[in-house]
């Protein structure tokens, strides 16, 4: 195997990696601030997606598109939280994965009403092309955007974290709750400013990946858990565990893609090789996941206190 | 509040009228020229199976499963393998699903029921996810394309599950079975001590219970049943597909539990039916039913916790208070 | 007992057998099931299309009789497929049934109208086991066997004198089908074969492997939206500069041309049709179906079309009379009509024997690009490696 191929693939899982951050990382806010499993974080992802095809399709630019997705997401997402999720915070987990479960089924339709059942998204013909690495390396210019921009997300978020006020107080708010509460934070305006965020950067995940996937009805479901996995697996409300988490899983599925297929290839036809060699990338991300909850429950980068 | 007027007659009452209505519905359905619409009551009745079983786990073991259709997937493919390699006894089916569901239960709960809470969920769903992607895998039986079976069980004194009304009669004696027994169960030491496990399992841990056994024994238990809907279903449909295992379809039956009536006998039976009759009448109108049909969920989890069962249970009061 | 309710349903018709011959239907009802939505929704859409334009033309009639054409959508789903179709052929009792794009959906779903004695005939999906071993007599494929665009593209590859070919197809029974009817014509050598998952959009792995395996030339069968996806994916990887680009009919017809653009001009493709074909049927085709839905129809619409009119012929040679289905699958078998693809006959399997063309994606004259096909078939009077499996004679 040669060095470009490894590069490529590492390229290739990064990649993947940074845009399931972009996820995780608000579903760990939300599930460490708010206490709330919230299903319907994947369907936010697809409305970001939507959203961002519609403008624009409308704007005829990508970049407007991109940029007017995430602003309506947020302003769905603080929307939502304001109108209904709140009411879901103080109720026992089961109801509130059947509310958001709920969620989800109206958001899929609601969406095909309005948008129809899949639409167009483009990315700007600038970015068609390859751009050269490394001699013999050509990585697409457009994958190299996505890299950055969830490398500067990443960074900007860990800023926001670790050195703002507001980063302070979503902290605290993340370990103690009720201790924040009662030093007189505004805990109802932090709650909707950490969904806001959270949708805003589904958003960017969605509107980013449209081109590479296809912007459709229930393109959230299949992430949405991976977003969980990497979650539990990184801590609940850690972001750093959502980085980390993130590009672990980006690695495996990379590997399972890639390389297990041709290890499995010397012994079975190319259609099982194949098959499998996905199938067991996927199980081995669950497998990690069941051995960090037993061993260590809490994740590998523990909030609360 | 006045007592409630003889509830085991009016409950008797229900269930008899149930039954003979449940017992007749085929003739009905051929009278008025509707047969199409046996396989959709057919349906119903494994769905209600697989519901039920998944109250077993929720409402009365107090565990959030968010893998549940696995068991029932898990079913569907023993059943179905065995079918598609020329095996055709309908006991054989029926012991390996049970045995292999066990099996399998026995394994996950073993690991999963050393947790609590979210992580519990999360675990579950681990599991369920793994077995998805292991049938996606297993290319000589399908894979993600699904296994289509054309055989079906055939049972002693010439049952053939191809017959349409022996299917509707044989789902429809299955699950008359469970719902009885769970009835028995509900208020036998057994059953009683589980609704104490549920309502405060640290108490009862104080008290020496063995919480572990118990949760282990009905997870075991719903996972069997659940098998054996599993097994029903793939010769309804003659057709099986990792699908079947997915979460989404772990969360369409807790929908069906939560919307019969979370820790109620009935409550996977009338759950199944109202959600599949939700599904049948609007998607005669609008195929937007997907739509409508979340609504109603949510409002149901925001204004009625304890779903239909709970609603009829407090009409019935409210009549008999009178 | 409902048995005395079928016996009294068996009197009334011998009754009205008795009576006044066999009773001729009063219209002709057909069960449309495709896929209408998602990244591969412009394949059903085209098939629908064409098959409704071909009724349109004929007065709303098929074989003179009334027509009604129940069209929904599978969503890409076996399972929605298979409830589809036995609401189709249990609730409304459908004569036909046609429409499905993918062999996936097709298999799961055909048990339930041919275990039912429905007709089933494929305007797309036509895989190689029901050519062969699984041969029905209640199956008839209008399009192609599923092998053959990929047979006719192998001896392209021949002729062209290419010498190494990667191979790269979804994993199902379509895809298994395309590469082993690519490696049976084909004399060179194959450096690399690769299954993706059925629906998959992003091939930034398996781009990465192309690379590093350095074929000569890179054949690909990915059908509707994952096409559109992958060779965007190959340019934007550079990969064009290296490796040549051989596909089947179904990764450079319109749908893909339009969305794609530029880099399409010049590419090679294999299919039995295209749309500058010169006989008559197939220029009142183009023409009509332009008229009708302002676009240059695609090869799935010329299949829907002529599934339409192969029902057409069928039912007017049978004056009406579907009661029997042997009567009528005979009438199928035999139908003439003239098909927009020029001669069409079937062959024992009740698959079409035909020929293949070799297409370039060219200037249409407008700023557009558009198929043109070479004159000379590359494949003459072409059946399928699996007819001789199938005991129908």
Not at chain 2, 60 to 78: C, I
Not at chain 3, 223 to 240: D, H, R
Not at chain 3, 374 to 390: M, N, R, T, W
Request: some cysteine; proline content about 4%.
């Amino acid at each position: 195997m040669s060095p470009i191929f490894i590069l490529e693939q590492a390229l290739n899982g990064l990649q993947f990696g940074l845009m399931l951050f972009l996820l995780a990382a608000g579903l760990t806010l939300i599930f460490g601030v708010m206490d709330m499993i919230n299903l319907a974080h994947g369907s936010l992802y697809m409305v970001g997606a939507f959203l961002s095809a519609w403008v624009a399709g409308a704007t005829g630019s990508f970049l407007y598109g991109l940029l007017g997705g995430v602003a309506l997401t947020a302003l769905f997402g603080a929307v939502l939280e304001v109108s209904l999720l709140r009411s879901l915070y103080t109720r026992d987990h089961l109801s509130q994965v059947l509310a958001t479960f709920a969620l989800i089924l109206i958001l899929n339709d609601g969406v095909k009403m309005i948008f129809g059942t899949d639409l167009p998204l483009a990315a700007p013909a600038a970015l068609d092309g390859p751009v050269e690495l490394l001699p013999g390396l050509l990585y697409p210019a457009y994958r190299l955007v996505i890299l950055a921009v969830g490398f500067g997300l990443a960074l900007l978020l860990y800023l926001l974290v670790q050195r703002t006020r507001l980063g302070a107080l979503v902290r605290a708010g993340a370990s103690n709750r009720e201790m924040s509460g009662a030093m007189g934070v505004n805990v109802a305006r932090l709650f909707t400013g950490v969904f806001a965020i959270g949708a805003a950067l589904c958003a960017v995940a969605g509107g980013l990946l449209g081109p590479l996937l296809a912007v459709q009805i229930g393109m959230g479901e299949n992430i949405l858990i991976l977003a969980f996995v990497i979650i539990v697996i990184g801590g609940i409300g850690s972001i750093r565990g959502a980085l980390v988490g993130a590009i672990l899983v980006g690695a495996v599925d990379t590997l399972g893609r890639t390389l297990l297929p041709h290890l499995l290839r010397e012994f079975l036809p190319p259609q099982w090789a194949s098959a499998a060699g996905p199938a067991l990338a996927s199980i081995a991300v669950y497998v990690f996941m069941a051995v960090v909850l037993v061993l260590k429950p809490q994740g590998l980068f523990p909030v609360r206190s | 509040m006045a007592a409630p007027h003889r509830p085991a007659a009016v409950e008797g009452g229900a269930a008899a009228l149930a039954a003979v209505a449940a017992l007749a519905l085929p003739w009905l359905l051929q009278a008025l020229q509707m047969d199409f619409y046996l396989s959709v009551a057919s349906r119903v009745l494994v769905y209600a199976i697989a519901a039920t079983s998944l109250n077993l786990v929720l409402g009365y073991g107090g565990m959030v499963s968010l893998g549940h259709a696995a068991f029932v997937g898990l079913g569907s493919y023993v059943t179905g393998i065995l079918l598609a390699e020329g095996v055709t006894s309908g006991g054989v089916h029926l012991i390996a699903t049970m045995a292999i569901a066990a099996l399998a239960a026995l394994a996950i709960g073993a690991i999963s029921l050393r947790t609590r809470g979210v992580h519990f969920i999360m675990i579950t769903l681990a599991f369920a996810q793994m077995l998805f992607y292991l049938a996606n895998s297993v290319k000589g039986y399908g894979g993600d394309e699904g296994l289509t079976v054309r055989a079906r069980s055939l049972f002693p004194f010439g049952l053939d599950l191809r017959n349409g009304l022996t299917f509707y009669y044989v789902a429809l004696l299955v699950l008359a079975a469970t719902l009885f027994a769970l009835a028995r169960f509900v208020p036998s030491r057994l059953g009683r001590a589980a609704l104490a496990l549920r309502d405060d399992e640290v108490r009862a841990e104080a008290l020496g219970f063995a919480t572990f056994r118990y949760k282990l024994t009905l997870f075991v238990a719903a996972a069997v049943l659940a098998g054996i809907a599993g097994a029903l279903s793939v010769n309804l449909q003659g057709y099986v597909s990792p699908n079947a295992l997915h979460w989404t379809q772990s969360g369409t039956l807790l929908v069906m539990v939560l919307l019969g009536g979370v820790g109620s006998v009935w409550g996977g039976l009338i759950g199944a039916l109202a959600l599949l009759l939700l599904q049948e009448v609007l998607s005669a109108y609008t195929e937007h039913w997907e739509f409508w049909t979340g609504w109603v969920l949510l409002a149901v989890v925001l204004f009625a916790r304890r779903g239909l069962a709970g609603m009829l249970v407090d009409l019935r009061a409210r009549v008999l208070a009178r | 007992m409902i048995e005395s309710l079928q016996r009294k349903s068996i009197i009334a018709v011998v009754v009205a057998l008795l009576a006044g011959g066999a009773v001729a239907a009063d219209k002709v009802k057909i069960g449309f099931v495709s896929t209408l939505s998602g990244p591969s929704s412009a394949l059903g859409i085209d098939i629908r299309d064409g098959f409704l334009l071909a009724v349109q033309l004929n007065g709303g009639k098929l074989g003179g009789l009334p027509a009604e054409v129940l069209v929904s959508d599978d969503q890409f789903k076996p399972d929605v497929a298979r409830q589809l179709f036995e609401k189709n052929v249990k609730r409304d009792k459908v004569d036909f049934m046609t429409g499905v794009v993918f062999s996936n959906i097709m298999l799961a779903a055909l048990p339930e109208a041919l275990d039912n004695q429905v007709i089933y005939i494929s305007a797309n999906a036509a895989p190689s086991p029901m050519a062969g071993k699984d041969c029905n007599p209640l199956f008839f494929a209008v399009s192609w066997p599923n092998d053959a665009y990929h047979e006719a593209a192998g001896e392209f590859a021949n002729q062209r004198g290419l010498k190494s070919v990667y191979l790269l197809a979804p994993n199902y029974q379509a895809g298994k089908d395309s590469l082993a009817g690519f490696k049976r014509t084909f004399k060179g050598e194959i450096v690399g074969e690769n299954y993706t998952k059925l629906g998959q959009l992003d091939y930034a792995a398996e781009l990465a492997e192309i690379r590093a395996a350095k074929p000569q030339v890179l054949y690909i069968f990915l059908p509707g939206g994952m096409g559109i996806n992958f060779i965007k994916q190959f340019v934007g990887a550079g990969l064009g500069r290296e490796i040549t680009l051989l596909l089947p009919g179904f990764s450079a017809d319109q749908d893909v041309i339009n969305p794609v653009g530029p880099a399409m001009a010049g590419l090679f493709n294999t299919a039995h049709w295209s749309p500058d074909f010169s006989n008559p049927a197939n220029q009142k085709f183009v023409a009509e179906f332009e008229k009708e839905y302002h676009r240059v129809p695609t090869l799935y619409a010329s299949q829907g079309y002529d599934a339409a009119q192969l029902i057409n012929a069928a039912v007017r040679d049978l004056k009406g009379k579907l009661d029997n289905v042997e009567a009528t699958r005979k009438a199928l078998k035999n139908a003439r009509f003239d098909s927009v693809r020029g001669a069409f006959r079937f062959n024992t399997n009740q698959y079409p024997i035909q020929n293949y063309y070799v297409r370039t994606v060219g200037s249409d004259g407008k700023g557009g690009l558009i198929n043109k096909s070479f004159s000379e078939p590359i494949l003459k009077d072409h059946g399928d490696a699996y007819v001789q499996q199938c005991p129908m004679k």
